[in-house]
Structure formats: C-alpha cells, structure tokens
C-alpha cells in the first residue's frame, strides 16, 4: 500500500471506531440513571455503616449533569474499548 493508502484506512478505521463510540454513548446514556445508582452503592453502605445519612450534596447547580455526563462519557469508553481495539488491530 502506499502512503496514502495508509492514510485513508486509517481514516476509515478511526471513523469506525467514533462510530462505535457513539454507540456505546447513547447505550450508556440511556442507562446512566442505573450507573450512577449503582456506582454509589458502597458510598451509601459506608455513610450508613457509619451512622451517616446515605445521601450525596451537590455544591453547584450543574453539579448533578456534569456528574451523569461524566459517568455516561467514561462508561461508554469503557464499552468501546474492544470495538476500538479491534479497529486498531484491523489498520495493523
């Protein structure tokens, strides 16, 4: 192949892979209620262990989204790693 061969199926590999991002972005947003919930069962079992109230505080207003956005981002990372993997060993 020549170099610029090269560049164009990398481009299509890299384009796959955010494709598969994407993917793994609207799953996780969809569930990203029952991450969060499920993220801070051991803060919840560790604040009542503790005579505390299971309860979390937000010290902004947009303290609740950025947290749902973040745990949505990274959980969707982590279930494209093995699709962007795969497309990475496909450009090898």
């Keep these: 192949m020549t170099f610029g ?6 481009r299509r590999r ?4 955010l494709i598969g991002l994407g993917v793994a972005l ?11 919930q499920w993220l801070l069962v051991p803060l919840n079992h560790v604040q009542r ?4 109230p ?6 902004t207003v947009a303290t609740g989204f950025s947290v749902f956005l ?3 981002i ?3 990372m982590i279930l494209d790693t ?3 993997v795969y497309q990475l060993w496909k450009f090898i």
Excluded: D, M
């Design 5 to 10: 061969e090269h560049l164009v199926e990398l």
């Design 14 to 17: 890299l384009i796959h892979a």
């Design 26 to 36: 609207l799953i996780t947003t969809y569930f990203g209620r029952e991450l969060i």
């Design 49 to 52: 262990s503790a005579g505390l």
């Design 54 to 59: 299971a309860q979390t505080v937000g010290l």
């Design 70 to 72: 973040k745990v949505t």
């Design 74 to 76: 990274i959980a969707a």
């Design 82 to 84: 093995p699709w962007a």
